[in-house]
C-alpha cells in the first residue's frame, strides 16, 4: 500500500524558516534513488512560517528500510550544523484513494 510520510514543521523565527527552505532546495537528493521512493514535495508557507516535506513511498516496510539506511543518515546530516529554531512533527498517511 502506497505511504506518503508528512513531516509538519513549525518555524519559530524568519531565519529559521528561511534556512529550512534552503537546506531542502540543496538536499543531495539521496531518497531520489532509494528503492521504493515514488516523490518528493516541498509545501510553504511564507506568512504562517510552516513547512510540510512529503515523501512517497511504494510501502512502510520500504520507508523503513530508507529511515534504517547510511544514505538517510548521511543525507540528514547538515541537519545538525545549522542552528534551526523550530518543532516538527511526523506523520505517516495511507493514500486510500487517488484520482
Request: no cysteine.
Amino acid at each position: 500500500m502506497t505511504i506518503v510520510v508528512v513531516n509538519h514543521i513549525k518555524a519559530r523565527d524568519r531565519e529559521s524558516y528561511d534556512e529550512i527552505i534552503k537546506l531542502f532546495s540543496t538536499r543531495k537528493r539521496l531518497v531520489d534513488r532509494f528503492p521504493g521512493f515514488k516523490g518528493f514535495k516541498l509545501l510553504a508557507s511564507p506568512e504562517d512560517m510552516e513547512i510540510m516535506v512529503m515523501t512517497i513511498w511504494e510501502s512502510r516496510e520500504d520507508f523503513k528500510r530508507w529511515v534504517e539506511s547510511r544514505e538517510f543518515e548521511e543525507g540528514h546530516r547538515r541537519t545538525g550544523e545549522r542552528r534551526i529554531n523550530a518543532d516538527s512533527r511526523g506523520v505517516v498517511y495511507e493514500v486510500v484513494m487517488e484520482e
